[in-house]
């Protein structure tokens, strides 16, 4: 049973992971106690794994490589992972 800080993380991840489809990107949640979010692009196969966290301003989104939003902001978020993962590798 999940207790009331993976219950936040889990809601955080599922906000970002609603407006992903949007942006073109796909999902999928991962982990159950201690959930994260598997995001890629389908055209360029660049990924990577979101983590929800608390922090001093409320809850934030992070990612490789280095990569970090406001967890209040979702679209913001997927916007910004659009950006990174549609580049194509190097």
Known sequence: MANGYTSERRSRLEALAELLPHHGL???MVGNHEPVLW???PRTGRQTMIFAIPSHRGWTY???PGGQSDADQP???AAALREILEKPQT
């Open 26 to 28: 796909v999902s999928r």
């Open 75 to 77: 679209e913001l978020a």
């Open 39 to 41: 995001v890629w692009h």
């Open 62 to 64: 992070l990612w490789s």
